[in-house]
T-cell receptor, first 112, second 112 residues
Framework: GENVEQHPSTLSVQEGDSAVIKCTYS??????FPWYKQELGKRPQLIID?????GEKKDQRIAVTLNKTAKHFSLHITETQPEDSAVYFC???????????FGTGTQLKVEL | DAMVIQNPRYQVTQFGKPVTLSCSQT?????MYWYQQKSSQAPKLLFH???????NEADTPDNFQSRRPNTSFCFLDIRSPGLGDAAMYLC???????????FGDGTRLSIL
C-alpha cells in the first residue's frame, strides 16, 4: 500500500519568514495530493491540492510543488503569520475509492 | 454554514457500553468516510461508503460498524468501547472518488 513520509515533524519560524514542509510517497500510481491544516481541537481543512498532471500550484501565500519522478511534493508558505500556526498534513491518493494516505503531520509554529 | 455536521461534539461512555456517533451532510456527496484521530497523530481511515457500497479497511476492528441509511446520514457504531477507542472521530465527504474531502468538526469520545 501507499506510504507517505512527512518532514519535519516540527517547524518554528519567525513571522514573515517562509516555511517549507516536504512529503514523499511510495506508490507511483498516486495522482492526487492534498494538504490539510488542522488547528488544535478543530477539523482538518483543505488548504491546497495538486494533481499529477501539474507541477506547481499557487494560491496567494501558499504553493505546492510536485516532482513525480522523485515522488515527492512540498508545501510552501510565504510571509508567515501567527494564524498559520497549526498542524499540517500532506496526503496522497491513487484514485478509485479515494483512500487518502496521510503523512504524520508537521507542527508549524510562527513566532512573533 | 456547516456542511458536514457531527453530533454530538463530545461523547462520554462507559467501558463496554455501545455508543453511536452521527454524521450528516448537506452537500449531497456520494462518498462518506469515518476516520479515527488520536492525539498528535494523522487521521486513520476506518471505512467509507461510496453511495451504498461499504468499504472496510483491513485493520479496522470488528468492534466498529457503520450504517448509511440514506445519502445524507452516516453512523458509526462502537459495540463495546475499550479505553483504546478514546479518540476524535472525524466524518468526511467527497463528491466522487479522488476529489477533495470535506471534514466535519468531529466527535471527541471519552471512555470511563
Amino acid at each position: 500500500g501507499e506510504n507517505v513520509e512527512q518532514h519535519p515533524s516540527t517547524l518554528s519560524v519567525q513571522e514573515g519568514d517562509s516555511a517549507v514542509i516536504k512529503c514523499t510517497y511510495s506508490d507511483s500510481a498516486s495522482n492526487y495530493f492534498p494538504w490539510y491544516k488542522q488547528e488544535l481541537g478543530k477539523r482538518p481543512q483543505l488548504i491546497i491540492d495538486i494533481r499529477s498532471n501539474v507541477g506547481e500550484k499557487k494560491d496567494q501565500r501558499i504553493a505546492v510543488t510536485l516532482n513525480k519522478t522523485a515522488k515527492h511534493f512540498s508545501l510552501h508558505i510565504t510571509e508567515t503569520q501567527p494564524e498559520d500556526s497549526a498542524v499540517y498534513f500532506c496526503a496522497a491518493s491513487r484514485g478509485g475509492g479515494n483512500k487518502l494516505t496521510f503523512g504524520t503531520g508537521t507542527q508549524l509554529k510562527v513566532e512573533l | 454554514d456547516a456542511m458536514v455536521i457531527q453530533n454530538p461534539r463530545y461523547q462520554v461512555t462507559q467501558f463496554g457500553k455501545p455508543v453511536t456517533l452521527s454524521c450528516s451532510q448537506t452537500l449531497n456527496h456520494n462518498v462518506m468516510y469515518w476516520y479515527q484521530q488520536k492525539s498528535s497523530q494523522a487521521p486513520k481511515l476506518l471505512f467509507h461508503y461510496y453511495d451504498k457500497d461499504f468499504n472496510n479497511e483491513a485493520d479496522t476492528p470488528d468492534n466498529f460498524q457503520s450504517r448509511r441509511p440514506n445519502t445524507s446520514f452516516c453512523f458509526l457504531d462502537i459495540r463495546s468501547p475499550g479505553l483504546g477507542d478514546a479518540a476524535m472521530y472525524l466524518c468526511a465527504t467527497s463528491i466522487e472518488g479522488n476529489q477533495p474531502q470535506h471534514f466535519g468538526d468531529g466527535t471527541r469520545l471519552s471512555i470511563l
